[in-house]
């Protein structure tokens, strides 16, 4: 089973916001929602160990330099501790979250071959031996971790960086027949120009093979980080709106939002919903009734009211109004989250 972090899409929200933000009668708002990790764990899982189980990476494979005339040559950088520093930052990424009674990084080698650009995962035989051994109850297993930079001198004073980082972890306790694997890669580039000083007279210095290692070192924990997300819940800013309206109601239910009185701003929307005859005035009001119960925790009744708008929208404008593409989409976020929120339970429920 393979698990992936899929990020929203950018281009989704910019539409969104702009053309929300395009009516004044719109207030926009950042919230923050907390997502079920991507692996359920079992409830009697309670200490977890991540051991590093890839094989060391030569100083001399991986990591060039091209001169500024395009030759191309090898260069040394020692990374050795990259891998535990990944390790080290993933568990303590874990460790954040009260699923998990201890989580332990485990100091033995566990690989001595020299296959560093293969993946050698523990058969079950292994996984059960080792949470034996160490006295765990599951492993998270860094099985492949193959850094890679490329330094280009591009003249006397401009360069550019790239660094590298292909890699998986998986997720595997005693019993478990379809092991959990999380494939990974990431990079990260910059350029820039170095001159003898600055304007100030202050000397700077030029590129060092530690520059590298500290960015393929920071490469790695910042990968680490986000790896989180299949193990442990996590929170994430997501963008909400709200209608305005001139009228006295309104602006109340608006400083009930402000204050965060979900409840009471909610009561305030529906009651001026069950007065409300005009269709566009009636969608707005569920829709800011909808946003009131998905803070409240109630995502049940918030697609309800996400679903009326939705309808409303569609019937007056049809299905290609920019509006009612719009409406779709929160109402798909709300049944997302009321989904999410059922797994949320089972994962939090397990560390009660």
Known sequence: MTCRYIR????????????????NGIRIIEIQAYNPAAITFPSDVRTVMIVNNSAQQPDYIGHSFVSANGVDSVMRISCDSAAYDFCQALGRAIAESPRFDDVRICDDTLRRDSAFYEALPFNPEDVSALCERYGVDALI????????????????????????????????????????????????????????????????RNY??????????????????????????????????????????WKRAAILIKAEKWAEAAEVWQQ???????WKE?????SNA????????DFRRAVE???????????NLG??????????????????????????????????
């Open 290 to 297: 909808a946003l009131c119960y998905e803070m409240n925790g």
């Open 282 to 286: 009636r969608a707005q009001l569920s």
């Open 319 to 352: 299905d290609e109004n920019d509006y009612t593409k719009i409406h779709a989409g929160y109402l798909n976020t709300l049944k997302i989250r009321l989904e999410n929120d059922n797994k949320l339970s089972e994962q939090l429920g397990e560390s009660q």
């Open 208 to 249: 060092t093979l530690a520059d590298a290692k500290a960015a393929l070192h920071y490469l790695a924990e910042t990968v680490a980080w986000d790896l989180r997300v299949n193990i442990i819940p996590y929170w994430s800013g997501q963008h909400r709106w709200y209608y305005t309206n001139l009228s006295s109601e």
């Open 141 to 204: 297993s860094l099985d492949k971790f193959v850094l890679g930079s490329r330094y280009v001198r591009q003249s006397d004073i401009a360069y550019t960086y790239l660094a590298s980082l292909v890699g998986e972890i998986r997720v595997a306790w005693p019993g478990l027949k379809t092991v959990y694997t999380v494939p990974f890669v990431d990079s990260l580039k910059w350029n820039w120009n170095w001159i003898d000083e600055d304007v100030f007279g202050r000397k700077l």
């Open 8 to 23: 929203a899409a950018a281009v989704t929200v910019a539409l969104i916001l702009f053309l929300l933000t395009s009516c």
């Open 272 to 278: 001026l919903l069950d007065k409300s005859k005009k």
């Open 305 to 315: 009211l996400a679903e009326q708008t939705y309808r409303l929208y569609k019937e």
